[in-house]
């Protein structure tokens, strides 16, 4: 895959201007670190204001400069955006229907004393595929938490594994926001990409979540604050209440999966025909996602004895929180169009290819740049895309999806005080600051590099 360019020739044609357009890309992105870390300005403005400074400098018009950045925001909420809205309304039937619980008891039911930081991992990864990082962290705290007060266990073996499956999905798994953004800027088949992800993820959990998960725990011992412990009382009132059943809804979860992997089967080892084409069309993430939200509203929404009411305010419901990520996400669309019309891609490929780097390492140093500076996975996802993208013209389909999962693992490096994920853990888990990072920032760069190996392991058999 990585057939570069003669270094003697790249630098022959380099030229004043390329450096130019690679000064007005370090500059975007420094003001957008700046901005995001020392100024607290919101991540939406700061990819605006980021844009701009890129442009400027680059030396396009104005009326250039807002054109390519409505273009890229456009562009990014008509390809994203839905995905994004429609994967919030089947993670908030999830949760409000108790089906999240379902899965949870259902899966301690069935685990031993030895297996409960292996069953705390299976939990995280099927409560992870619909829902965003923050909100399945929040959801599965209070179950960590009482899990490991009754069972006696240390907290880190059991949260570790909960945190390393869901770490894993947010960075490499569509339908999560950094992903789709990701294989919609570098143009790779969603399919693909979620197979060769998965195959990725389950590797990287096992070894970033209970392996680690035993170690995490001889190194720090937390004591979570009480107040966010259920009680049994309030514990034996959910499980009382009406719920789907765990077959119903573990078969909703993965609804979208199945659709999108089996148009990923069907472009691999079916010829044209009708049963490609249908395959082809149930399997296009709009699809597959709207048909696992109309499902789940009969089988998440009807058993928990919710009617059409109830059903349609969780639907609204779901919308109104995940504004700011979408603004976020559509604002990183107009940073990379920006990119791409002032010509900083070409330049890039350019430098990468008179480097003689591989565009998939090269794709996870920038997204690991761009994360350490500004704590954000998704702003990391988002920028490093956009500037890598030109490396991937000309790839196969497997090594385009490679080139995403690539960025993905860069974005989740070491992740620590600039980061709000950081906090969330350090909170909800009770630990101090050296605790946090002895554990959560470990385990993301754990996650990292253990992906990135696996990745480059990939492109030398695909």
């Given at each position: 895959?990585?057939?570069?360019?003669?270094?003697?020739?790249?630098?022959?044609?380099?030229?004043?201007?390329?450096?130019?357009?690679?000064?007005?890309?370090?500059?975007?992105?420094?003001?957008?670190?700046?901005?995001?870390?020392?100024?607290?300005?919101?991540?939406?403005?700061?990819?605006?204001?980021?844009?701009?400074?890129?442009?400027?400098?680059?030396?396009?018009?104005?009326?250039?400069?807002?054109?390519?950045?409505?273009?890229?925001?456009?562009?990014?909420?008509?390809?994203?955006?839905?995905?994004?809205?429609?994967?919030?309304?089947?993670?908030?039937?999830?949760?409000?229907?108790?089906?999240?619980?379902?899965?949870?008891d259902t899966i301690l039911a069935k685990s031993g004393a030895?297996?409960?930081?292996?069953?705390?991992?299976?939990?995280?990864?099927?409560?992870?595929?619909?829902?965003?990082?923050?909100?399945?962290?929040?959801?599965?705290?209070?179950?960590?938490?009482?899990?490991?007060?009754?069972?006696?266990?240390?907290?880190?073996?059991?949260?570790?594994?909960?945190?390393?499956?869901?770490?894993?999905?947010?960075?490499?798994?569509?339908?999560?926001?950094?992903?789709?953004?990701?294989?919609?800027?570098?143009?790779?088949?969603?399919?693909?990409?979620?197979?060769?992800?998965?195959?990725?993820?389950?590797?990287?959990?096992?070894?970033?979540?209970?392996?680690?998960?035993?170690?995490?725990?001889?190194?720090?011992?937390?004591?979570?604050?009480?107040?966010?412990?259920?009680?049994?009382?309030?514990?034996?009132?959910?499980?009382?209440?009406?719920?789907?059943?765990?077959?119903?809804?573990?078969?909703?979860?993965?609804?979208?999966?199945?659709?999108?992997?089996?148009?990923?089967?069907?472009?691999?080892?079916?010829?044209?025909?009708?049963?490609?084409?249908?395959?082809?069309?149930?399997?296009?993430?709009?699809?597959?996602?709207?048909?696992?939200?109309?499902?789940?509203?009969?089988?998440?929404?009807?058993?928990?004895?919710?009617g059409k009411e109830r059903i349609s305010g969780i639907v609204?419901?779901?919308?109104?929180?995940?504004?700011?990520?979408?603004?976020?996400?559509?604002?990183?669309?107009?940073?990379?169009?920006?990119?791409?019309?002032?010509?900083?891609?070409?330049?890039?490929?350019?430098?990468?290819?008179?480097?003689?780097?591989?565009?998939?390492?090269?794709?996870?140093?920038?997204?690991?740049?761009?994360?350490?500076?500004?704590?954000?996975?998704?702003?990391?996802?988002?920028?490093?895309?956009?500037?890598?993208?030109?490396?991937?013209?000309?790839?196969?389909?497997?090594?385009?999806?490679?080139?995403?999962?690539?960025?993905?693992?860069?974005?989740?490096f070491f992740s620590h005080v600039n980061d709000a994920g950081?906090?969330?853990?350090?909170?909800?888990?009770?630990?101090?600051?050296?605790?946090?990072?002895?554990?959560?920032?470990?385990?993301?760069?754990?996650?990292?590099?253990?992906?990135?190996?696996?990745?480059?392991?990939?492109?030398?058999?695909?």
């Open positions: 895959m990585t057939a570069l360019a003669d270094p003697a020739l790249a630098a022959s044609s380099w030229t004043g201007h390329d450096t130019r357009l690679i000064v007005a890309a370090v500059i975007g992105v420094a003001v957008i670190v700046v901005l995001i870390t020392q100024l607290k300005v919101h991540p939406f403005l700061a990819l605006a204001l980021g844009s701009g400074a890129l442009g400027a400098v680059a030396g396009m018009p104005l009326e250039k400069m807002i054109t390519s950045f409505s273009k890229g925001v456009g562009d990014v909420v008509a390809s994203v955006g839905v995905l994004i809205a429609l994967g919030a309304m089947l993670g908030k039937l999830l949760a409000e229907s108790g089906g999240a619980d379902q899965i949870v030895r297996m409960l930081p292996w069953a705390m991992t299976l939990i995280a990864v099927l409560i992870g595929l619909p829902m965003f990082f923050e909100i399945g962290l929040v959801l599965l705290v209070p179950v960590v938490l009482l899990v490991a007060r009754r069972s006696g266990r240390p907290l880190m073996l059991l949260g570790i594994p909960a945190l390393a499956g869901l770490s894993v999905l947010h960075g490499l798994v569509p339908p999560h926001p950094g992903p789709l953004v990701a294989i919609s800027t570098v143009k790779a088949d969603l399919g693909v990409t979620l197979a060769l992800g998965l195959l990725v993820a389950v590797p990287t959990v096992i070894i970033a979540g209970p392996l680690f998960g035993r170690v995490a725990a001889r190194w720090v011992h937390a004591e979570p604050p009480a107040g966010l412990m259920a009680d049994g009382e309030d514990r034996e009132g959910e499980e009382n209440r009406r719920r789907p059943g765990f077959g119903l809804t573990v078969g909703t979860v993965l609804l979208p999966v199945v659709l999108m992997l089996a148009k990923a089967v069907a472009d691999v080892w079916l010829d044209d025909g009708g049963l490609r084409t249908a395959l082809d069309a149930i399997g296009t993430p709009l699809f597959a996602l709207l048909v696992a939200v109309i499902v789940g509203m009969f089988t998440l929404g009807l058993p928990a004895g919710f609204a419901e779901s919308l109104p929180p995940i504004a700011s990520v979408m603004l976020i996400v559509a604002a990183g669309g107009g940073f990379k169009q920006t990119l791409v019309d002032a010509g900083v891609g070409k330049a890039i490929t350019q430098a990468a290819n008179g480097a003689n780097i591989s565009a998939l390492l090269l794709g996870w140093l920038v997204a690991v740049g761009i994360r350490l500076a500004t704590g954000s996975a998704t702003v990391a996802t988002i920028s490093a895309a956009g500037i890598v993208a030109p490396l991937a013209a000309g790839m196969s389909t497997s090594h385009t999806a490679l080139l995403v999962l690539a960025i993905g693992s860069g974005s989740l950081f906090w969330l853990v350090k909170e909800f888990y009770g630990m101090s600051v050296g605790q946090t990072i002895k554990t959560w920032s470990i385990m993301e760069t754990i996650i990292s590099v253990v992906s990135i190996v696996l990745i480059m392991l990939l492109n030398l058999v695909l």
